[in-house]
């Protein structure tokens, strides 16, 4: 269920150009060698942690058994799109940028995103990964980075780095995708069974300092909410 605020999400679709090769790069990537990886939940689970009761159904607002609220699995309010389910919030970097939700434009993008924004020349996607809790930032790198999507990718830098509370890994990489040239952003972020990859993609020429700028911002904007 989507709760709006002010109306800044927009059902403006990216070119066609960009929709066809992020979702022909996010296709590839699927969590190899993760073990006992988990289904994502689709129905809301009660917050209350000693009865955890999954809804019957997307309609339901109270938890049965103990007749806790359930979390609206979605809420975009002005800047800012929370997702109690997946556990995150974030904010768009500036009003140039728009929300991609489910049912209005980001199956278009990717179907295992959670979340997608676009701006003029940038699109961006928030992947949630179910992994082993054993699994460290290490291994969530060594299985989800784009080298093994596809042929001939180059890491050009990594930096390791500290968003809210946790520890990050943010990654960029050049490939060549049906014979044009594209920069990646990644970075990478684990929590309690739960990888986060926030992706940014964009053409090399138009990958200039202020986009950088809005990309470091829209990742830095990421926040646990438990």
Known sequence: ?????????????????????????????????????????????????????????ETWNFCPICGRRYPRAEQVEGDRYQNEQEGFRLKRPNKEWSFLLRGIGLETINEQATVGLT?????????????????????????????????????LERKDLRIGQLDAVKMKWAAVVDGAPFHFYYTFLLHQGKGYRIISWIEPEKDDAGTQKEISKLEESFELLR
């Open 1 to 57: 269920m989507l709760r709006f605020g002010k109306p800044t999400v927009r059902a403006r679709k990216p070119s066609p150009l960009a929709t066809r090769y992020l979702a022909a790069v996010l296709v590839l990537w699927p969590l190899w060698g993760f073990p006992a990886a988990e289904e994502a939940p689709s129905l809301p689970i009660c917050p209350d942690e000693e009865c955890g009761r999954p809804a019957l159904s």
């Open 119 to 155: 701006s003029k020349d940038v699109l961006s996607v928030v992947i949630v990964d179910r992994v082993n809790k054993s699994a460290d930032l290490e291994d969530y790198l060594l299985i989800a980075s784009p080298h093994k999507s596809f042929k001939g990718a180059r890491e």
